[in-house]
């Protein structure tokens, strides 16, 4: 059964540092890609950031670029999210997600077939 | 990028009626369009993929349509379980999800 547990979400101060971690279990993770999913109070879901099976290749949406990083353990099966200068607007439950396949190919990408409960991060002074 | 509209906001239905969710695409996403299911306190859960296809374990009352860039995810025979918040997703260019229905009970 895959599983996905986050971890790591907390109050922090505007312009405060958090790191958020992803243990995953119940399928071989070095062969799917990986993300994170954000869901702010009343808001749609957002894709925030990807990363391929491999660790090479990552994807981040504008509102988070230079700011967040994401990245992975395939000897530890987890996956991370470096979350720096956060701001007001990163309030939010975070998901981990898995893909079925590879991130994205020429901007074509997948559904996520698997998620995780989420972790919850308050950013608030 | 391409912006998902779901309608309504919130449906009313009875159980054992009938659920016809609503999603548009402002722009062409071929047929790479999601429904999730989103509860309180759990993961989101994967209902559709290739807007018609249903995830493995899905009840055969879930089922989507699409028509062009208009999609449609109807649940036949709603049960207690089905009351929760669903979304749909496009991932023909990179992934933006609509603003959500909730599926309340009537």
């Known amino acids: 059964e895959v599983q996905l547990l986050e971890s790591g979400g907390d109050l922090v101060q505007p312009g405060g540092s958090l790191r958020l971690s992803c243990a995953a279990s119940?399928?071989?993770?070095?062969?799917?890609?990986m993300s994170w999913v954000r869901q702010a109070p009343g808001k749609r879901l957002e894709w925030v950031a990807g990363?391929?099976?491999?660790?090479?290749?990552?994807y981040h949406t504008d509102s988070v670029k230079g700011r967040f990083t994401i990245s992975r353990d395939n000897s530890k099966n987890t996956l991370d999210l470096q979350m720096d200068s956060l701001r007001d607007e990163d309030t939010a439950l975070y998901y981990c997600a898995k893909s079925p396949l590879r991130l994205c190919s020429g901007g074509r990408c997948y559904a996520f077939d698997h998620w995780g409960r989420g972790t919850l991060v308050t950013v608030r002074s | 990028e391409i912006v998902m509209t779901q309608s309504p906001a919130t449906l009313s239905v009875s159980p054992g009626e009938r659920a016809t969710l609503s999603c548009r695409a402002s722009q062409s996403v071929s047929s790479n369009l999601a429904w999730y299911q989103l509860k309180p306190g759990q993961a989101p859960r994967l209902l559709i993929y290739g807007a018609s296809t249903r995830a493995t374990g899905i009840p055969a009352r879930f089922s989507g349509s699409a028509s062009g860039t208009e999609f449609t995810l109807t649940i036949s025979s709603l049960q207690s379980e089905d009351f929760a918040v669903y979304y749909c997703q496009q991932y023909n260019y990179f992934i933006t999800f609509g603003q959500g229905t909730r599926l309340e009970i009537k």
């Open positions: 990363v391929t099976d491999d660790g090479l290749h990552t």
């Open positions: 119940g399928f071989t993770f070095s062969n799917y890609a």
